[in-house]
């Protein structure tokens, strides 16, 4: 989603090839997640030799909670059981950890990410 701002004018698209480079993933998985996120309506693709990926919206619209609700949402979820002696305090601590969780990640977007990444250094 970093790489997409980098080059969200609206209609600029960035191919599954150039995106898996720069981030050093496989293009095969890399693809898994485009759908997920095509899926949550937070990137659109166009197909063909000209095809690739490009953000739906502004990056500033779109928060880091957005996006892991639409690539991994157990992530966000309190799994931790309600049984035995310690379940409900150990429930409420842990739906309270998610709470403020989800609250951080509503605070980041990717417009902030693709910002803060940046070019790399090189040092001599």
């Known amino acids: 989603m970093a790489q997409l701002a980098r080059c969200h004018d609206g209609r600029t698209l960035t191919r599954l ?7 050093a993933v ?24 000209a095809g690739g990926y490009l953000l739906a919206r502004s990056s500033g619209q779109i928060t880091l909670r957005q996006v892991v609700e639409a690539v991994d949402p157990s992530v966000l979820q309190c799994s931790v059981t309600r049984e035995g002696d310690s379940g409900q305090a150990i429930h409420r601590a842990w739906d309270q950890v998610s709470q403020g969780l989800q609250q951080s990640l509503d605070q980041i977007t990717v417009e902030s ?4 990444s940046g070019a790399p250094m090189f040092y001599i």
């Not at 990410?113 to 803060?116: F, I, S, T």
């Open 113 to 116: 990410l693709a910002a803060n």
């Open 17 to 23: 090839e150039d995106l898996a480079q720069r981030e």
């Open 26 to 49: 496989s293009g095969n998985f890399l693809v898994q997640i485009l759908n997920d996120l095509r899926r949550a309506g937070l990137i659109e693709s166009r197909r063909g030799k």
